[in-house]
């Protein structure tokens, strides 16, 4: 039996994460059991397990734990691990407010959560989900929230800036893993964020405390005042209040209303979605990543074919419309994700281990890349060949769309650029895939130039 430490968890003194033989558990040590034990009486784990705000867990013997093991859990995996900067705007939203709801519940019940790291909620059948089980900590009278600066830097400061300036700027999450620093928000941030009050206090006036005291920690310690009880749920709710204040439109894009278009004729998307259900089916795929997804269509089409999907897509815009029509659907088979193709999210953190790459993060059975080619291939530069061997290394099966030049979409890429593509064209295209997958089926789609492929990975040579 073997027990590997997950690389993102060795920060908490109180436990870590492991796997054995390929199941997640989680340690929880000795220094937490007084902690442990009065979270389990409280029931404030029964509680927020109850209603899905944290994930499930159950007790384990113990597996050939280290020394100072107190318990060990075992906890519902999620179908699939994403960060914060691979999350819309709505996204983000829900996070902070579940962690707002589970803090003030916490509260109630005499504890504290005693950190707020966005990456301490997970994506799960359609909703956020808090999976640290080890980040309460027993309340004590006066003590202030030491969450706050984190939920400011994670969650206020980049929803504001996205809000406010530019829906873009989530990725600084990306660069800023311990959340965007309060001085650069409020740097950042226009004149008009300012008529907020809540953000006026939890970005601007936290800011400028912050620097004030940034190299005399002892000297703010001692202007610490208590805080009540009642102070603190009062906190908690100018914080919900300001983050629930916060919107962004999705809409007004050009992808964003992509199947509202001229895109397909009628009976020819009637076919594709027929076409692509039949071959998802026909796969038998469990798991199925929607490259390029758009707001969603075909990953719903994979989804009632059977499969859970990832549904990628580089526009802010068709993810949060994607994500806020899962959520009114109560969907719990899609998770839209913001990913650009051409600069995939790598290893991040500590040794490059903490976040893991997108591309290693797991192997799905399928790979939908429908209409997405020509935008790599013209838009980006990208050769075929090169498009060809992402997709094989990155699953067996594909189903891949060809839009020749004659298509409407491609002629709008080319219109303001010279066509340098003398080998896109379908011989070129069938060629560079074949070198690496073995093309099952392809079938024109009516009134229609746009091919569809169902491909499978060529065994590795030798």
Known sequence: MTCDAHPASFRDPNGFVFRSDGVLYRQVEAAYSEDYQALVESGLYASLQADGRLVSHEEVPALAAERGCYRVLRPEPVDFVSYPYEWSFSQLKDAALLTLRIQRE???RGFSLKDASAYNV??????????DSLSFARYREGEPWVAYRQFCQHFLAPLALAAFCDVRLLSLSRVHLDGVPL????????????LRLGLWLHVRMHARHQTRYADAPEAAAGRAKPLSKQAQSNLLASLGDTVRALEWSATGTEWADYYDGDSYEGAAFAAKRERVRAWVSAAGAATVFDLGANTGV??????????RVVAFDVDPACVDRNYREVRREGRSDVLPLLCDLTNPPPGLGWANQEREPLITRQRPDLLLALAVIHHLAISNNVPLDRIADLFADWSDEAIVEWV??????VRRLLATREDVFPHYDRA?????????????????LEGSERRLYRLKRRPAPG
Do not use: C
């Open 298 to 307: 075909f990953s719903r089409v994979a989804a009632d074919a059977g499969a």
């Open 428 to 444: 070129g295209f069938e060629r560079a895939f074949s070198r690496r997958f073995e093309i099952l089926e392809s079938e024109g």
């Open 106 to 108: 916490a509260l109630e």
């Open 183 to 194: 001085d650069l928000a409020a740097r950042l941030l226009p004149l008009k964020a300012w």
């Open 404 to 409: 020749p030049k004659e298509d409407a979409k």
């Open 122 to 131: 997970q994506f799960s059948r359609g909703k956020p989900v808090f999976i």
